[in-house]
């Protein structure tokens, strides 16, 4: 199934998903060189976004959040992609500088989307703007 939305960041990515209802700011949020989220009030808390195809709401928090994204990557640390409701500048700035592939926009809301589910795989097209699920 083909799931349109807009391009945020271009490239391509398949891997499993880590859903998140809430907002997450990078700032504080995921430790850079673990890929573990370490804030207690995140759904997500304890689990490592590396080479997942994260999906949460959207970004929150300080503009360092770009940089952090950036740091994962460097650190080999990243979601291999990662898909919005709505993207924020912080997000997509990060995403950018960092060649993680971002959708968000999509025809159908991935938060809440009976079709999407924790650890499926998901092929993310940031070049095109669409994913596609199994």
């Known amino acids: 199934m083909k799931i349109k939305g807009r391009s945020i960041s271009k490239g391509t990515a ?3 998903v880590l859903l998140s209802k809430q907002k997450i700011s990078f700032l504080g949020a995921v430790d850079p060189l673990t890929g573990i989220i370490v ?4 759904d997500i808390y304890g689990k490592n976004i590396t080479n997942r195809i994260l999906i949460f709401p ?3 928090g300080s503009t360092v959040g770009s ?3 950036y740091q994962l990557k460097k650190h080999g640390k990243s979601p291999c ?3 919005n409701r709505r993207s924020d500048t912080i997000v997509a ?4 500088i960092a060649e993680i592939p971002v ?3 999509l025809e159908i809301d991935p938060i809440e989307a009976e079709q999407i589910k924790d650890d ?5 097209n940031g070049t095109e703007g669409y994913i596609e699920l199994p």
């Open 14 to 16: 398949k891997g499993k």
């Open 39 to 42: 804030d207690k009030s995140l």
């Open 58 to 60: 959207g970004g929150k």
């Open 67 to 69: 940089y952090v994204i």
């Open 81 to 83: 992609a990662m898909i």
């Open 93 to 96: 700035v990060g995403a950018i």
């Open 103 to 105: 959708v968000d926009s």
């Open 120 to 124: 499926m795989e998901v092929l993310v």
